[in-house]
């Protein structure tokens, strides 16, 4: 009976992208920042992190990026298919773009590749393919200061995605945009990963953008940062606008919300 079982786990630990037990994070002033916290994320799942500011959303993701470590517990992130192809395992993009403003486009979205030491012709083909991804292929000369907030931020997800890392993290990467374009770019993000099939765990303060975005979406309380709720979000129909103002929508929306009430005041969610 041990063989099948043991084969089994195999192949679970094998579909897990990241997995999280009993992850903590106490800083050295004292703040008890995260958890415990346990979480997998499965390859190819879009997993959204939601919850009150100062929850330890943001640093999870910094622990999954290696970014930090826990205090205690454990953090695995799986690098078999980008150590097996000689690429980085994970992509971050940032709350700010943190563009350099001296750099255009172009070498903004290089610098992970450049840092690599990535001969300049294979470079620029992946450069090429970052900008195509994100729809800025004819912005590749312009500066920072030429752009918009949107734009910008296409620059900073070109230059996360320019290394074909099997997992992108996203760190709240459009809550200072203007709804409108924050909608677009919810709208580009969803079809790139359908076309890349990348593993995206996304931090957000927003119900309705976590519920858009998300096939799962992580409810945490309050620091310390612990998941409180999780919700799995089905739809008979694809992402789109027509999700976004179905019945079907608002009410995975009032769920979530209900859910998140509790963690603003430190209580569990009933």
Same mark, same amino acid.
């Given at each position: %009976?041990?063989?099948?079982? @043991? #084969?089994? !786990?195999? $192949? $679970?630990? /094998?579909?897990?992208?990241?997995?999280?037990?009993?992850? =903590?994070? +106490?800083?050295?002033?004292?703040?008890?920042?995260? !958890?415990?916290?346990?979480?997998?994320?499965?390859?190819? /799942?879009?997993? @959204?992190?939601?919850?009150?500011?100062?929850? !330890?959303?943001? =640093?999870?993701? $910094?622990? &999954?990026?290696?970014?930090?470590?826990? #205090?205690?517990?454990?953090?695995? +992130?799986?690098?078999?298919?980008? /150590?097996? /192809?000689?690429?980085? @395992? &994970?992509?971050?993009?940032?709350?700010?773009? =943190?563009? %350099?403003?001296?750099? #255009?486009?172009?070498d903004n979205v290089r610098l992970p590749l450049k840092l690599a030491d990535l001969p300049a012709a294979e470079a620029g083909r992946q450069v090429g393919d970052a900008l195509a991804q994100v729809g800025l292929s004819e912005f590749a000369d312009a500066f920072p200061r030429e752009l918009s907030g949107g734009m910008k931020m296409r620059v900073s997800l070109a230059r996360a995605l320019v290394t074909d890392p099997d997992i992108l993290l996203m760190d709240e990467p459009f809550a200072a945009l203007d709804e409108i374009t924050r909608f677009r770019l919810n709208n580009d993000l969803l079809a790139l990963w359908r076309t890349l099939n990348k593993t995206v765990i996304f931090v957000t303060h927003s119900v309705f953008e976590s519920v858009y975005l998300s096939q799962r979406v992580i409810v945490m309380t309050a620091r310390p940062g612990r998941i409180s709720r999780e919700f799995r979000i089905t739809t008979s129909e694809p992402r789109g606008e027509a999700f976004r103002t179905s019945a079907e929508y608002a009410a995975h929306c009032r769920e979530v919300s209900a859910a998140l009430t509790p963690s603003y005041s430190g209580q569990p969610a009933a």
């Open positions: %009976m041990a063989g099948p079982a @043991s #084969s089994s !786990g195999d $192949r $679970r630990a /094998e579909a897990l992208a990241v997995q999280l037990r009993g992850a =903590t994070k +106490v800083y050295d002033n004292g703040v008890a920042a995260l !958890g415990p916290l346990d979480l997998d994320v499965a390859r190819g /799942e879009f997993v @959204s992190l939601l919850g009150p500011s100062g929850c !330890g959303k943001s =640093t999870a993701l $910094r622990l &999954i990026a290696g970014l930090g470590a826990p #205090s205690s517990g454990t953090v695995n +992130v799986s690098r078999h298919a980008s /150590e097996a /192809e000689g690429r980085r @395992s &994970i992509g971050f993009v940032f709350q700010e773009p =943190t563009l %350099m403003p001296w750099a #255009s486009v172009r």
